[in-house]
């Protein structure tokens, strides 16, 4: 059993456009993450979620929204794409604040 | 914020040698250290980590050794093979629950 999934893995799409990419964990964690990984292997927090609220919001763009309907899932929702947006998009969950992070598989969005 | 900083960037070693990976943070109040390795085209998958409270810990090939005065922590890879190449993710989690990772290292195994 998958214990973090994200969908889809690939997402091409062109500038302008709004798409969604969803995470699910099935480890009862309470909270979730999105990571953005770029072109140079960087892994930088995005957004991050506790029982349903969120509890950091780092400096990325207002076109970012994450949505969470229920604790096992955190989807990210992007407006208005733009060229820079090309990036590996990792889901990430963890028990709490000091055990091991969990990743997705990843997606792969490429901006054209 | 938290500031982590990861050397050497790339890494080159002969199968069989020891490979070492070091990262240095800034806030003192830090109190978990994994460290990540991240395969080619795949998620990045905690292999070892290391808390305050312990200055080194060993699984098999992998150590990890931490000194909280000079805020630096080591991975220590021995006997390398090819399937260790990869890209390897020092973290921090300070106080505000969360992770911060180092840039990575690209670490290659020559047979």
């Known amino acids: 059993d998958t214990a973090v999934s994200q969908t889809p893995k690939y997402l091409v799409t062109q500038m302008g456009n709004d798409k969604s990419i969803k995470c699910e964990q099935n480890?009862?964690?309470?909270?979730m993450y999105w990571y953005k990984q770029d072109s140079k292997k960087f892994l930088k927090i995005m957004f991050s979620?506790?029982?349903?609220?969120?509890?950091i919001n780092e400096t990325v763009p207002n076109r970012f929204s994450p949505k969470s309907p229920d604790k096992a899932h955190l989807n990210l929702h992007i407006n208005s794409l733009e060229l820079g947006d090309s990036a590996v998009y990792f889901c990430?969950?963890?028990?709490?604040?000091?055990?091991?992070?969990?990743f997705g598989q990843g997606t792969r969005l490429t901006v054209v | 914020g938290e500031n982590v900083e990861q050397h050497p960037s790339t890494l080159s070693v002969q199968e069989g040698d020891s490979a070492v990976i070091k990262c240095t943070y800034s806030?003192?109040?830090?109190?978990?250290f994994p460290w990540y390795k991240q395969e080619l085209g795949k998620r990045p998958q905690l292999i070892i980590d290391i808390r305050s409270n312990v200055g080194e810990k060993k699984d098999q090939r992998i150590a990890v050794t931490l000194n909280k005065t000079a805020k630096h922590f080591s991975l220590h890879i021995t006997e390398t093979q090819p399937e260790d190449s990869a890209v390897y993710f020092c973290a921090v989690l300070p106080y505000g629950n969360k992770l911060v990772f180092g840039a990575g290292t690209i670490l290659r195994v020559k047979s």
């Open positions: 480890l009862g964690h309470d909270t």
């Open positions: 979620y506790n029982n349903k609220e969120l509890i």
């Open positions: 806030d003192s109040a830090s109190n978990y």
């Open positions: 990430a969950s963890s028990q709490d604040s000091n055990t091991e992070a969990f």
